[in-house]
């Protein structure tokens, strides 16, 4: 008897989080494949992208990434379309495609700051920010950073630190 694609996504997620990514890619593939609903197939390639990417799959987790966002869109699901797009950016980012990768990140945040998902804007404009940086451009990643956490913000002694440290720039061009 075969499992059904909704325990093979619990027992993944279970590996994924023990840090076992190999079970968790082996265990979403089978979901995937199993998986009829477009809808879940699309979460499922999301999954598995996260997890082809944090064991350093990177070809892979782009090429399963790719049209999910849209495909969420089509469904008129905004808020895993904009985590699709930051999902295909930060596969697009780590098979060293910067260009593409920052217009995914602006797409990603474009979208997450329609939803209002404040968090997610944040994190969203730091990786836009990281990759603005290695691409030279200093001052694109500096107001970058500054809108990320100004859309949420570091919590404690930290947070308060990254936000001066991000105004002095500003305060220095004042006379």
């Given at each position: 008897?075969?499992?059904?694609?909704?325990?093979?996504?619990?027992?993944?997620?279970?590996?994924?989080?023990?840090?076992?990514?190999?079970?968790?890619?082996?265990?979403?593939?089978?979901?995937?494949?199993?998986?009829?609903?477009?809808?879940?197939?699309?979460?499922?390639?999301?999954?598995?992208?996260?997890?082809?990417?944090?064991?350093?799959?990177?070809?892979?987790?782009?090429?399963?990434?790719?049209?999910?966002?849209?495909?969420?869109?089509?469904?008129?699901?905004?808020?895993?379309?904009?985590?699709?797009?930051?999902?295909?950016?930060?596969?697009?980012?780590?098979?060293?495609?910067?260009?593409?990768?920052?217009?995914?990140?602006?797409?990603?945040?474009?979208?997450?700051?329609?939803?209002?998902?404040?968090?997610?804007?944040?994190?969203?404009?730091?990786?836009?920010?990281?990759?603005?940086?290695?691409?030279?451009?200093?001052?694109?990643?500096?107001?970058?950073?500054?809108?990320?956490?100004?859309a949420s913000p570091p919590r404690g002694?930290?947070?308060?630190?990254?936000?001066?440290?991000?105004?002095?720039?500003?305060?220095?061009?004042?006379?």
């Open positions: 008897m075969s499992a059904e694609p909704s325990s093979l996504v619990s027992q993944a997620l279970e590996a994924y989080q023990q840090g076992r990514l190999e079970d968790a890619i082996r265990l979403f593939e089978s979901a995937h494949a199993m998986e009829a609903d477009p809808a879940r197939r699309a979460e499922l390639a999301n999954n598995l992208s996260v997890s082809y990417l944090k064991s350093g799959r990177t070809q892979e987790a782009l090429s399963i990434v790719r049209g999910t966002g849209d495909l969420f869109s089509k469904l008129g699901d905004n808020q895993r379309a904009a985590q699709a797009t930051g999902n295909l950016a930060a596969a697009l980012e780590a098979t060293g495609n910067l260009p593409a990768a920052e217009t995914a990140y602006q797409q990603a945040a474009e979208s997450f700051r329609a939803l209002g998902d404040q968090d997610s804007l944040g994190h969203t404009l730091n990786a836009l920010a990281q990759v603005q940086l290695r691409q030279h451009r200093p001052l694109e990643a500096a107001n970058s950073l500054q809108a990320g956490t100004l002694l930290r947070g308060r630190l990254l936000k001066r440290l991000l105004q002095l720039p500003s305060r220095l061009l004042r006379f």
